[in-house]
């Protein structure tokens, strides 16, 4: 391999090393306190809806990520269960949210009732 040393090249490399720094280090993640129950939450909330890696989830997980937002109808309800899977062990941990009325794919009067609303909220906390 042919190594040619210049000042130019040798500069142009320092001056890039600050940002790339900037890059490696980690995101500060601010929290604020959820309404009146005084529990902390992350400003930012972890959409789950199109999330196939249960990596990724462990990952926003660790890297202060505490709430986390999902619905049975993401991914006709593998969604729920993938999110179940990565933060098995660190529920109490976390602050999860769920839709439990999804307007697009249900007739709307089977959406209206209570019975459905608290069946699909049942469904969605055993994931």
Do not use: H
């Not at 991914?75 to 839709?99: M, Y």
């Amino acid at each position: 391999m042919d190594f040619k040393s210049s000042r130019r090249g040798f500069l142009s490399s320092i001056a890039a090393l600050p940002a790339a720094e900037a890059l490696a280090a980690s995101p500060t993640v601010r929290y604020v306190k959820l309404g009146k129950t005084g529990l902390p939450i992350t400003k930012f909330v972890y959409g789950s809806m199109i999330t196939s890696d249960q990596m990724v989830v462990e990952r926003a997980f660790d890297m202060g990520i505490n709430c986390f937002a999902t619905s049975r109808d993401y991914q006709n309800g593998n969604n729920e269960r993938l999110l179940g899977a990565a933060l098995k062990g660190r529920r109490d941990k976390v602050i999860l949210s769920t839709e439990a009325i999804d307007m697009m794919w249900r007739p709307k009067t089977e959406k209206e009732t209570t019975e459905y609303v608290l069946n699909n909220l049942n469904v969605s906390s055993r994931a």
